[in-house]
Nanobody, 120 residues
Framework: QVQLVESGGGLVQPGGSLRLSCAAS????????MGWYRQVPGKRRELVAT???????NYANLVKGRFTIFRDNAKGTVDLQMNNLKPEDTAVYYC??????????????WGQGTQVTVFS
């Protein structure tokens, strides 16, 4: 079992920065993928960025060059540094973790979500 807890959301003006943090507890060494997704009311949850245990990253096109994902395997944490924020980045951001090994994925976990609001 894995538990995920996010922190770091808030209000920011366009062009500003925020850093989201997610701390995993439980069987953290079983987590293959960690990442961030976001959702706005009435829309599907969408991928923002993911990182594998080995450090391979994947970003949504909309955030490439503005967001950076960091993972600390030993601590079980994943951070999302968000720069040059835009109003369309406003959403609830969810931490995601997927356990697995050797190419086999076992279980997906979600945090409770943290609100990011970009307003002018």
């Amino acid at each position: 079992q894995v538990q995920l807890v996010e922190s770091g959301g808030g209000l920011v003006q366009p062009g500003g920065s925020l850093r989201l943090s997610c701390a995993a507890s439980g069987n953290i060494f079983s987590i293959e993928y960690m990442g961030w997704y976001r959702q706005v009311p009435g829309k599907r949850r969408e991928l923002v960025a993911t990182v594998t245990r080995g450090g391979t990253t994947n970003y949504a096109n909309l955030v490439k060059g503005r967001f950076t994902i960091f993972r600390d395997n030993a601590k079980g944490t994943v951070d999302l540094q968000m720069n040059n924020l835009k109003p369309e980045d406003t959403a609830v951001y969810y931490c995601n973790g997927v356990t697995g090994r050797d190419g086999i994925l076992w279980q997906e976990y979600w945090g409770q979500g943290t609100q990011v609001t970009v307003f002018s």
